[in-house]
C-alpha cells in the first residue's frame, strides 16, 4: 500500500487541502488538491487532480453550515476512500505564527499546541484557525502524526535590530517583535529564484495576493518585510489597510468612532484596496474599472511597493532581482509594469512582450536587475516540510 500526506490550510470561513504522495523524490508527486468553502451558510467541497481535472464535487446546501470538525472529517474520509490502496500517515499544517519559539517546522504535541494557541491574541484573523485544525484533525485522527509549518519562521534570520521595536523591554518581552509573514511562500521563492537567477545576492520578492506583502533577501535569507507583528501592517492589501500611523488609531478611539474590535475588524475587513476604492479588493475589478476611486486604489498600491522597493534596495545595498509572486503578482501585467516604470532609476527596464506573457523572465537584456514571475507553491513547500519530519 502506497502512502500519502494531506496539507492543511484552516481558514475562518474555509479549508484549502492538497495530498502528495509519500516519495523519495524532492518534489513528492500532487495526487489532488481541493477546497471547503462558504463553511458557514453555504458549503460546497471541489477537488481536482494533479492535472486540475474535477474529481468530485459535494453541496451541503444553503444554510446548512459545517464546523471545522466535520469539514475535517469529510475531507479525510474522501482522501481515504479515494485515493485506492494509499494510507495517510501525516498532516502539515499551514500556521501564521510560529512566535520566538520556532524558527522551522515541527511536530506537534500537547504541549506545541498549547504554545500556538498562546499566540492567538498576537494575530486573531488567521491563527486561531489554523490552530483549531489541528486540535480538531487530532480529535478525530489521534494516530496521525501532525506536522506545524510556520509563516514566519523564514524572517527569524532577520537581523535583530529589523526585528526589534523601539519599545521598552518590558513591552517586546510580552511578544512585541516584528514577526514577518507570508514565509513558506519566500521559502519557496528563494528556492525557485536561486535556480532561475543563481548569481543574485540581493532579491526583493513581492507575494502580492489578497494579502500581499514584499520581503528583502541576502543570499536566499530574510533580512526584511513589509508584514510586521500582525497581518495587518505594510503594504494596502485586498481589505486589510496596510501601514496606519499609530496617532490615527489612538485618534479613533478616543473620540469613540470605534471600540478595539471594530476599529481592528474595521482594519482588517473594510480597508485596503476595497477602503480606498469603496468598490472591490479584487486588484481584476479595479483595473477593469474606469472610475477614478479604482484607479486612485492601484495607484496607491503601487506608490506603496516603490517606497518599499527604495528602503530595501538601501538595506541590501543594491538589487539584484525583483520577483513577482502570488495571484496579483503572478497574473497583473499593469501592476508589474507600473512598479518597473518607477524603478528606471535602479536602472530597471521590462521586457513588455515578456511581462504581458507572464515570464517567467520579464526584464529587457539591458534591465540592471533582472525581474521576474515565478508562480508560488506554499503546499508543495509544506508538504516536503511535512515528509523531512515524517520520515524515520
Given at each position: 500500500?502506497s502512502?500519502?500526506?494531506?496539507?492543511?490550510?484552516a481558514?475562518?470561513t474555509?479549508?484549502?487541502?492538497?495530498?502528495y504522495?509519500?516519495?523519495?523524490?524532492?518534489?513528492?508527486?500532487?495526487?489532488?488538491?481541493?477546497?471547503?468553502?462558504?463553511?458557514?451558510?453555504?458549503?460546497?467541497?471541489?477537488?481536482s487532480d494533479?492535472?486540475?481535472?474535477?474529481?468530485?464535487?459535494?453541496?451541503?446546501?444553503?444554510g446548512?453550515a459545517i464546523?471545522?470538525?466535520?469539514?475535517?472529517?469529510?475531507?479525510?474520509?474522501?482522501?481515504?476512500?479515494?485515493?485506492?490502496?494509499?494510507k495517510?500517515?501525516?498532516a502539515?499544517?499551514?500556521?501564521?505564527?510560529?512566535?520566538?519559539?520556532?524558527?522551522r517546522?515541527?511536530?506537534v504535541d500537547?504541549?506545541?499546541?498549547?504554545?500556538?494557541?498562546?499566540?492567538?491574541?498576537m494575530?486573531?484573523s488567521?491563527q486561531?484557525?489554523?490552530?483549531?485544525?489541528?486540535?480538531?484533525?487530532?480529535e478525530?485522527?489521534?494516530?496521525?502524526?501532525?506536522?506545524?509549518?510556520f509563516d514566519s519562521?523564514?524572517?527569524?534570520?532577520?537581523?535583530e535590530?529589523a526585528?526589534?521595536?523601539?519599545?521598552?523591554?518590558?513591552?517586546?518581552?510580552?511578544?512585541?517583535?516584528?514577526?514577518?509573514?507570508?514565509?513558506?511562500s519566500y521559502?519557496?521563492?528563494?528556492?525557485?529564484a536561486?535556480k532561475?537567477a543563481?548569481?543574485?545576492?540581493?532579491?526583493?520578492?513581492?507575494?502580492?495576493?489578497?494579502?500581499a506583502?514584499?520581503?528583502a533577501?541576502?543570499?536566499?535569507?530574510?533580512v526584511e518585510t513589509?508584514?510586521?507583528f500582525?497581518g495587518?501592517s505594510?503594504?494596502?492589501?485586498?481589505?486589510?489597510?496596510?501601514?496606519?500611523?499609530?496617532?490615527?488609531l489612538?485618534?479613533?478611539?478616543?473620540?469613540?468612532?470605534?471600540?478595539?474590535?471594530?476599529?481592528?475588524k474595521?482594519?482588517y475587513?473594510?480597508?485596503?484596496?476595497?477602503?480606498?476604492s469603496?468598490?472591490?479588493?479584487?486588484?481584476?475589478?479595479?483595473?477593469?474599472s474606469?472610475?477614478?476611486r479604482?484607479?486612485?486604489?492601484?495607484e496607491?498600491?503601487?506608490?506603496?511597493?516603490t517606497k518599499?522597493?527604495?528602503?530595501y534596495?538601501?538595506?541590501?545595498?543594491?538589487?539584484?532581482?525583483?520577483?513577482?509572486?502570488?495571484?496579483?503578482?503572478?497574473?497583473?501585467?499593469?501592476v508589474?509594469?507600473?512598479?518597473?516604470?518607477?524603478?528606471?532609476?535602479?536602472?530597471?527596464?521590462?521586457?513588455?512582450?515578456a511581462n504581458?506573457?507572464?515570464?517567467?523572465?520579464?526584464?529587457?537584456?539591458?534591465?540592471a536587475?533582472?525581474?521576474?514571475?515565478?508562480?508560488?507553491?506554499?503546499?508543495?513547500?509544506?508538504a516536503?516540510?511535512?515528509?523531512?519530519?515524517?520520515?524515520?
Open positions: 500500500m502512502e500519502a500526506i494531506v496539507v492543511i490550510n481558514g475562518s474555509s479549508l484549502k487541502f492538497a495530498a504522495a509519500v516519495s523519495a523524490a524532492e518534489s513528492p508527486p500532487l495526487l489532488c488538491r481541493g477546497e471547503i468553502d462558504s463553511m458557514q451558510g453555504d458549503p460546497r467541497f471541489v477537488v494533479a492535472a486540475g481535472k474535477t474529481m468530485n464535487a459535494h453541496e451541503w446546501g444553503e446548512h464546523d471545522h470538525k466535520t469539514a475535517l472529517q469529510f475531507v479525510i474520509t474522501w482522501l481515504e476512500t479515494n485515493l485506492a490502496d494509499t495517510l500517515v501525516a502539515g499544517h499551514r500556521v501564521l505564527l510560529g512566535g520566538a519559539r520556532f524558527d517546522p515541527v511536530r500537547a504541549d506545541v499546541l498549547a504554545y500556538l494557541d498562546g499566540l492567538v491574541a494575530e486573531p488567521h486561531p484557525f489554523n490552530v483549531d485544525g489541528i486540535r480538531t484533525l487530532s478525530a485522527f489521534p494516530g496521525l502524526l501532525q506536522v506545524a509549518c519562521s523564514f524572517h527569524r534570520t532577520m537581523p535590530v526585528q526589534t521595536y523601539a519599545l521598552p523591554k518590558d513591552v517586546r518581552d510580552t511578544g512585541l517583535r516584528h514577526w514577518g509573514y507570508h514565509g513558506i521559502d519557496y521563492i528563494s528556492r525557485q536561486s532561475f543563481p548569481a543574485a545576492r540581493r532579491v526583493i520578492a513581492a507575494h502580492l495576493g489578497g494579502g506583502s514584499m520581503c533577501m541576502l543570499h536566499g535569507k530574510s513589509t508584514m510586521g500582525a495587518v505594510g503594504l494596502p492589501m485586498a481589505t486589510r489597510s496596510g501601514d496606519v500611523p499609530p496617532g490615527a489612538f485618534y479613533l478611539l478616543r473620540r469613540k468612532f470605534f471600540d478595539d474590535a471594530s476599529l481592528e474595521m482594519l475587513e473594510r480597508a485596503g484596496l476595497f477602503g480606498l469603496g468598490i472591490s479588493g479584487d486588484m481584476r475589478v479595479l483595473q477593469e474606469s472610475d477614478p479604482a484607479v486612485a486604489a492601484v496607491h498600491f503601487v506608490y506603496t511597493m518599499y522597493v527604495g528602503a534596495t538601501a538595506v541590501l545595498g543594491g538589487l539584484d532581482a525583483l520577483v513577482f509572486t502570488a495571484g496579483i503578482g503572478e497574473h497583473s501585467a499593469p508589474r509594469a507600473a512598479l518597473c516604470a518607477k524603478l528606471a532609476w535602479l536602472g530597471v527596464r521590462l521586457d513588455e512582450r504581458v506573457s507572464n515570464g517567467p523572465c520579464i526584464s529587457a537584456p539591458q534591465s536587475a533582472s525581474v521576474w514571475v515565478i508562480p508560488t507553491n506554499e503546499e508543495l513547500m509544506i516536503q516540510q511535512t515528509l523531512a519530519l515524517a520520515r524515520p
